[in-house]
């Protein structure tokens, strides 16, 4: 029988992190597309996210078909967290910048994202932006597949850091890392240190 989840947050309800998710208010609207094969992921950092953000939501699919209309929602700039050589470096706003961005964030494994892009020309469509600078990953969990990759949230929590500094959103992490070290605690440290190096 499956253990009773929380409906909000998707944890146990004896792991339930909400009371760990902030409520924090954002100039920049955050739209993460969550590929459908990462709902099901046990750290669902994009979900988490959403629920910490005010100015978020979070969809779930392949194919988008109101992504039309979801680009043309007045008052912000459509633009594409996603690195490249098209890329441009996100930069803290300034007098000039009059509408926010909406940040448009796929979500899933690097060739799942690319696959997001391909089958939303819309996406593909969007000017890109990236981070200049990757803060190393808390995921202490995984490999990182290349150099500078971060989980989603923590893509999210760097940008923002960077466009509305000097406010901080680093409490989006709060429940990103229990998580972690409650999977780290459940494997037991010799099995972590044996497959991810020291603690």
């Known amino acids: 029988m499956p253990r009773p ?3 909000r947050c998707q944890r146990p309800l004896a792991h339930c992190l909400c009371p760990l998710i902030p409520s924090l208010e954002s100039r920049t609207r955050v739209v993460l597309l969550q590929h459908p094969s990462e ?10 996210a959403a629920l910490g953000l005010v100015n978020a939501e979070l969809r779930v699919g392949e194919v988008f078909t109101d992504l039309a209309e979801l680009l043309a929602t007045p008052g912000y700039r459509p633009v594409l967290l996603f690195p490249g050589e098209q890329a441009h470096a996100l930069t803290v706003y300034d007098e000039t910048d009059g509408r926010p961005l909406m940040l448009i964030v796929p979500d899933g494994t690097w060739r799942k994202a690319r696959k997001l892009l391909y089958l939303n020309p819309l996406l593909e469509a969007l000017p890109k932006v990236t981070l200049a600078e990757v803060a190393p990953s808390r995921y202490r969990l995984r490999k ?6 971060v989980s989603t949230i923590e893509a999210v ?40 190096g020291r603690l």
């Open 5 to 7: 989840r929380c409906e």
């Open 39 to 48: 709902t099901a992921h046990a750290l669902n950092t994009a979900r988490l």
């Open 144 to 149: 990182a597949p290349e150099p500078g990759a």
């Open 157 to 196: 929590v760097q940008a923002l850091n960077v466009l509305e500094q000097p406010v901080n959103f680093d409490d989006l992490l709060r429940p990103f890392e229990v998580l972690i070290e409650g999977q780290i605690k459940a494997m037991g440290a010799d099995v972590f240190e044996r497959n991810h």
